[in-house]
């Protein structure tokens, strides 16, 4: 049995704007086997959707500001260009989902899964990613600039390129997996515990490789 809800009445809270609770309606009313959110540029501000199953919704260029989905289900979502400043996605599945574009400041993603999830040219600084598992995922011209990536998993992931590298400076990495992951970033990066180590450049690119991570270069 799915850990995760479907119906109208597991929403803890339902969004403010009519046009956005009316579309949820409409979702819990159909069938579950073929039907997903269709929320593309609604307002879902005020709602707490956690712990429901979300696979696959649309919700590109959404207005999502402090939303809570703790331990939902959004697993293929699209998620592009959507305004997600504070939202919380605590423990929430995002494995595949698209965030390209979006503008996630300050939001909270500790012990999400966002497994090959697209990040590229999206807006996360500040964000708390600690714990969060980013294997596969990739992260052209991500801004990840103050963020919280301790004991997160990068396995495997495209931390950008030289021309649209990931920007991780003043971004937090005690404990981080890096095994396979590869691209272009740029610094400088707190890498101990107590947050008063900060590597740049040559010693940056050091560290990466001895984490694992050979393939990835410091630009700027």
């Known amino acids: 049995m799915s850990r995760y809800r479907r119906t109208s009445g597991d929403v803890i809270r339902w969004p403010d704007s009519p046009d956005a609770r009316t579309a949820l309606e409409e979702w819990f009313a159909a069938s ?34 402090g939303v809570r989905f703790e331990e939902a289900n959004l697993a293929d979502a699209n998620l592009a260009n959507a305004e997600m400043q504070g939202a919380d996605f605590s423990s929430a599945d995002l494995a595949k989902a698209t965030l390209v574009g979006c503008s996630a400041g300050q939001a909270l993603f500790p012990s999400a899964r966002l497994f090959a999830a697209q990040l590229d040219h999206a807006v996360l600084a500040g964000a708390d990613l600690g714990r969060a598992v980013l294997n596969s995922a990739t992260l052209y011209e991500t801004d990840l600039r103050g963020a919280d990536l301790e004991l997160a998993s990068l396995r495997w992931c495209t931390l950008g390129s030289t021309s649209m590298p990931t920007v991780l400076s003043g971004a937090r990495m005690f404990g981080c997996q890096l095994d396979g992951a590869k691209g272009a970033v740029v610094g400088p990066v707190l890498v101990d515990e107590g947050t008063t180590r900060s590597l740049d450049g040559v010693g940056l690119a050091a560290w990466f490789s001895g ?8 630009v700027g």
Request: aromatic share 10%; no cysteine; proline share 2%.
């Open 32 to 65: 579950p086997d073929t039907a997903y959110l269709s929320g593309d540029f609604l307002d879902f501000r005020g709602a707490d959707l956690s712990r429901l199953d979300l696979v696959g919704a649309y919700l590109a260029n959404s207005r999502l500001v």
């Open 211 to 218: 984490q694992g991570a050979e393939d990835v270069q410091v």
